[in-house]
């Protein structure tokens, strides 16, 4: 298994004390300078692609940037594509003005460690990256960014032993990036697009016959992906409060993939992780549901009655609450204990040791998804089958019925592809954001019991918030009503 984790420059120093305190060497460490120079067209058109042209000493290596037909897990070193002794010998086809745009040189340093669950390989690059145009370097911009990464190659369990170690006491995590893909990103400026986004889609079938272990994984492995690329904005809150939903609601996929597979891949691993994406999501929860009531819920009141101050008072007091849960949420996402949940999850999507042995006779991915979509679509049509005389706590349960089978049809969907399949997710979608309007008022009415409640210092105030969102609440009844006949109405894609 070889495995590429981002380590602080800062910290690179500490890495040999960490390591010793793991584990004997085997040799003495082997160190060299090397110098990777990063080669494409004037217009980009490797990077537009999603590679690049990595020339070293009498190599050249064609490399991935982000997943394309080769997907790879989450710290796994990206496919390469081909490499070469000289550029003339690459058979792909390539541009014809390839120029350097960038380089990066290093410190090297191999490590041979001899660890109580197999022997390892623990290689380091410590060094500078900056833009090549031909010019010189001239002022702050064009200064050296020191970047680090390394990789621990061996035995599954014991690259996953080694990787936590390092982690516990220093900066060393997941990637978001490979490390051309953040050379060319910091001195380019330019930002690639994510390894993975949104939901998970299974490889089609005519072209990989997967198992539901292998399925698993690649459902754990594009989901991790997502919510490492979007901690760092997260973490800072510059760009908006998107970035908190996207990550919570890829926790919450990932959690619903684990109850979807557990039946099949029932091991210690598994309920490990279900536990490590629990107190994720236990961060990330109340941080969205103060996102949400400041960004969304309040607004839509202080628009109806603009002049109320005692409004504008409340929702300062609210604002101040949503500050605290995200600098709480900015210190777990900077600490250690999110490096080892990362380092975790990004290990049990590239490993398969921990796998348990399929049954025999096998059952394909197809029966599988099949039983399983049955089983949550029968789940949530039968508490739903008297929707009109049920009450908000039922409509809730209703909500996370829906919300759960949805996650499982979009992970499954490419196994039946169609109108059928698309119809059915849109339309249980539009169900789910109907009922999550409901849910936004039950939201809404335990935040403000934060606040002082009916009988604080806010009273007034909080009661207009109740009755609006108590009003909104009876409005969307008919339209609950509607879209869920129409999900009725869809029918199983399933067979």
Do not use: C
Not at 3 to 29: G, K, N
């Amino acid at each position: 298994m070889r495995m590429e984790l981002r380590v602080h420059p800062e910290d690179v120093s500490r890495l040999s004390r960490a390591r010793r305190a793991f584990a004997p060497v085997e040799a003495r460490a082997q160190t060299r300078r090397v110098r990777l120079v990063f080669h494409d067209s004037p217009d980009r058109a490797l990077l537009n692609a999603g590679l690049t042209l990595i020339e070293r000493p009498r190599h050249w290596r064609l490399e991935r940037l982000v997943p394309g037909a080769e997907p790879w897990s989450p710290a796994e070193p990206p496919p390469v594509l081909e490499e070469a002794a000289t550029l003339g010998v690459l058979t792909t086809a390539l541009p014809a003005d390839l120029a350097p745009i960038a380089w990066f040189e290093a410190q090297e340093t191999v490590h041979r460690v001899t660890a109580e669950a197999g022997n390892l390989t623990l290689t380091v690059w410590n060094g500078v990256a900056r833009a090549s145009d031909g010019t010189p370097p001239t002022g702050e911009t064009d200064a050296p960014i020191p970047l680090a990464h390394l990789l621990i190659e061996g035995p599954e369990p014991a690259v996953r032993a080694l990787a936590l170690h390092l982690a516990a006491t220093l900066r060393v995590q997941a990637p978001r990036l490979s490390l051309p893909a953040e050379v060319l990103t910091r001195v380019l400026e330019i930002p690639l697009r994510p390894k993975r986004s949104g939901a998970p889609v299974l490889p089609d079938q005519a072209d990989v016959a997967l198992t539901t272990g292998a399925a698993f994984r690649h459902i754990m492995g594009h989901l991790v992906d997502v919510m490492l690329d979007l901690s760092p904005a997260a973490m800072t809150g510059s760009t908006g409060t998107e970035p908190v939903h996207q990550m919570r609601v890829a926790v919450r996929r990932a959690r619903s993939a684990i109850t979807v597979f557990r039946t099949a891949i029932d091991t210690p691993e598994l309920q490990q992780a279900a536990n490590h994406l629990k107190t994720l999501g236990a961060r990330l929860g109340p941080t969205r549901d103060w996102d949400v009531f400041v960004t969304e819920t309040l607004p839509r009141v202080t628009s109806a009655l603009p002049e109320e101050r005692r409004l504008l008072r409340l929702g300062e007091a609210a604002q101040k609450t949503r500050m605290g849960h995200q600098m709480m949420l900015a210190f777990y996402l900077s600490s250690a204990d999110f490096r080892l949940l990362g380092i975790e999850l990004a290990w049990l999507a590239a490993a398969e040791g921990w796998l348990p042995l399929p049954p025999d006779p096998p059952v394909s991915l197809t029966d599988f998804a099949a039983n399983v979509l049955h089983r949550r679509w029968r789940k949530l049509t039968q508490a739903g089958r008297s929707i009109e005389a049920l009450d908000i706590e039922a409509l809730h349960d209703l909500r996370l019925r829906a919300k759960r089978a949805r996650y499982t049809a979009e992970v499954f969907i490419s196994l039946y592809p169609g109108r059928r399949s698309a119809r059915f997710i849109r339309r249980i979608s539009r169900l789910q954001q109907h009922l999550g309007l409901l849910n936004d008022g039950e939201v809404a009415a335990g935040l403000l019991k934060h606040l002082g409640g009916a009988g604080g210092r806010h009273a007034y105030a909080t009661g207009l918030v109740l009755g609006f969102t108590a009003a909104r609440a009876a409005n969307v009844r008919p339209a609950i009503l509607q879209a869920w006949e129409k999900f009725r109405g869809a029918g199983r894609f399933w067979g």
